[in-house]
């Protein structure tokens, strides 16, 4: 008899996502695991990422976590400052978090979490098989079985159409799996999908540049060698702009993300969401902050800056048509302020992993139950970090006025010990209450009440 393990799965796009949900699911005895990717490779996106306790524990229990250790920062506080005069709104102590929630807060690079994901999937040859260079052009049928079309870049193969028992849309922000999803529940006879037609993606109109500096360029500027030695989390906030910054790869590089209005993408014709962008233009967007700013702004190699468009989602109705589930940008696309986008991508590929190993049989009815159970567990959790998230932005971007003196209260009772932190990563409870989660747990003790 054909166990869960012997289901055929394809899981389009090797990001943080689909690399954690094929791991997630070889950890599990899957065999046969097909993951598309349009890329050539994994692609090498010069940028950091906060690695949070809930992403670290997830990656702790799928045997990856210790390489991505070794390379991270550990964060041991945080730095809230105004950007124009470098003046401390607040310092949060971050050292409680490794006792409290198991893992250390790290921050490190994006290709040491990508790599050692590849890494743990290569681990599994013959389960997992990695198509790079080849794009899902289409998504044809949901269920019973989903159909897609693949086309490899090289011309000399030929588009052809595959068949798998579970298809994964793990394609990002742009997902043709989620547009091929709503046009199937838009051409639904039921008024009340139909609706799904008018969920479409937002442009938040807030752009992010990411910029690194290495070490050998700050090496006669003593302030900004602390800044690297340090294992501090710094944001300067200004009105509708701010900059996080920190060290990642064992000190020696300094990370940059910015966010301000978008209006480079706003001018141009061109529907791509990431440009190189100008180093002017970019001092510009921050010629009014410090001159600690400025300095690390001058030592960013011209050429090397990144601009990237950030877009959300409306909240989808659903992930999951028959045989078909959604996950990670695809589905709960965010703003980067509380630094959960990938943290939620990795959630669900364990989550998903969970699930489909707890099927009693492989018939495409209980394949679509079990997609279901993992909706469950995790579509209410991510969109309330994706509406924080931008909350955390709105707060941190006020300028001058009833609200943004309301703010600065906070901040200052926040310096006396007391109250939340309006920079929402940085505050205890929110962290209790992302930290303190762990998904594999919850899926585990819900799967037989949302499976039913
Ligand atoms: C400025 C910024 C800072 C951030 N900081 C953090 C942070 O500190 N911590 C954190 O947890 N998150 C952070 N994020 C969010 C995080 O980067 C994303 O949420 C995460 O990378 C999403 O992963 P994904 O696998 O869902 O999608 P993606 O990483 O977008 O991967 C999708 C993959 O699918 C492939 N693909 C797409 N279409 C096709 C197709 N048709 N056929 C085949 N392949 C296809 C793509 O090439 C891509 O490789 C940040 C984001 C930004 C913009």
Known sequence: MATPQDLKIAILGAGMGGLTTALALAEKGFKYIDVYETASDLGFVGAGIQLAPNMARVLDR???????????????????RVGATNGELAHVDLKYIEKTYGYKHMVGHRASLAGNLYQGCLRHPDAIKFHFSTTVSKVQTFSPRPTFTVTPRDASQPAHDVTADVLFGADGIKSITRAAMLDELAADADPTTAATAAVAVKDTQQAAYRIMIHQDQVKHDAELRAL??????????????????????????????????????????????????????????????????????????????????????????????????????ACHPTLPHLAQGAAQAVEDGAVIAVVLARLPNTEPASVHRALKAYEQVRKTRAYALVEMAAASGRALHLGDGAAKAERDKQFAALRQGQGPVPDKWADAEVQREIYGFDCIQEAEERFDEYFA
């Open 228 to 329: 690297l030695a340090s294992n501090q989390v710094i944001r300067w906030i200004g009105h509708k702009r701010h900059i996080i910054a920190y060290p990642v790869s064992q000190h020696t590089l300094y990370n940059l993300s910015t966010t301000q209005p978008d209006s480079n993408f706003a001018a141009a014709t061109n529907a791509t969401y990431t440009t190189r962008g100008s180093k002017a233009a970019m001092r510009e967007v921050f010629a009014d902050f410090c001159p600690l700013v400025q300095r690390l702004l001058s030592y960013v190699p011209e050429g090397d800056v990144c601009e990237w468009k950030l877009r959300v989602h409306e909240p989808l109705p659903t992930w999951v048509l028959g045989s078909v589930a959604l996950l990670g940008d």
């Open 62 to 80: 799928l045997g990856v976590w210790q390489g991505i250790e070794a390379e991270a920062v550990n964060i041991e506080e945080t730095s809230v």
